[in-house]
């Protein structure tokens, strides 16, 4: 018969066996759900944002992540589907003055730093998360579906003459001319003022978002399917 040293130093050898075994199964339980709900900088959930433009659900990139920069290896064709939609958001903000081939005047902030382009971003949408008590990133797919002009103008020349034409446009040129009009908008309402760029964004996004045409962006959209009307 054993000893009652020996069957207690059976006993703890069993109960550290169990533990051992029973550890893995508990961490690996408490991961799972974390995993399942991944928010957008650990800050915004996303699972539930729904883009309703079939054209431009393609290029709204929504994958969560803690860091959204790629660091420019994205480079091919088509590539603005693989950048999230807060980092192409981002990249705009870089060169807010920028206006076909010319460079209007540009404030000191404005030194295309990526973490400073992201933090206006961020406190962007915490300041659309106060005003709608809605998630912002929902906000922003909507105020583009909204302002995302549908015909635009190009010129054709025909014996010598220059004629304009209605087009259709494409949903990638939806997507990034869409960005673009909100941020030029935001950037001339908040030059040498007192209003903030990030409100003025903010703002530019809630009127977006609820269809008023005192967005910048919703204004461009309603003039471009004016003059395809007007070319067709």
Known sequence: MNTPQETQIETEQELQDQTETEEPLDQMAELEPTKDNFKLFGLYDVTNVKVQDPGMKRYM?????????????????????????????????????????????????????????????????????????????QVLVTAIE?????????????????YPQAVDVSPLRRFTMTLRNMVQGSYDKSFNK???????????????????????????????????????
């Not at 909204?146 to 220059?162: F, H, K, L, M």
């Not at 903030?196 to 967005?215: F, G, R, T």
């Not at 962006?217 to 009307?229: L, P, W, Y």
């Open 61 to 137: 990139n929504l994958e969560p992540k803690l860091n959204v920069k790629s660091h420019g290896r994205v480079r091919e064709k088509f590539s603005r589907a693989k950048l999230n939609i807060l980092e192409v958001f981002a990249n705009l903000i870089a060169v807010p003055g920028h206006r076909g081939k010319k460079h209007k005047i540009q404030t000191g902030w404005k030194t295309g730093k990526y973490s400073q382009n992201m933090r206006i971003v961020l406190n962007t949408l915490k300041i659309i998360e106060e005003k709608t008590k809605e998630n912002p990133v």
């Open 146 to 162: 909204n302002a995302a002009p549908r015909d635009g103008v190009t010129i054709i020349e025909y014996g010598g003459a220059r």
């Open 194 to 232: 007192k209003t903030k760029i990030e409100q003025a964004l903010a703002d530019e996004l809630v009127k977006a978002y609820k269809q008023d045409m005192d967005s910048f962006s919703m204004s461009k959209k309603r003039d471009s399917e004016k003059q395809a009307d007007s070319a067709r």
